[in-house]
């Protein structure tokens, strides 16, 4: 079964909690720690976290990850 992966990022605010529940809601599992990092250009913290999801069927690099 191929395993494919995404990077969720966004500001640290709810929104990105909802981002990560969202892909979690739709069977994506949590891959790694999150990770946060100053943004220099906008002066707000930006959150990141992996996640990883085995599909049926075959990878294809045209497809849509968000809608997995």
């Known amino acids: 079964m191929p395993l494919l ?3 969720l990022t966004e500001e ?3 929104a990105f ?3 990560v529940s969202a892909a979690l ?3 994506w599992d949590l891959h790694g720690d999150p990770t ?3 943004d220099h250009a906008t002066g707000k ?3 990141a976290q992996a996640v990883t999801k085995q599909i049926d069927g075959a990878y294809a690099p ?3 990850l968000g809608e997995q």
Do not use: E
């Open 17 to 19: 909690c909802h981002k």
């Open 45 to 47: 913290m930006r959150c």
């Open 36 to 38: 946060y990092a100053y």
């Open 25 to 27: 809601a739709k069977g």
């Open 5 to 7: 992966y995404r990077l």
């Open 62 to 64: 045209d497809m849509k």
């Open 12 to 14: 640290d605010t709810s």
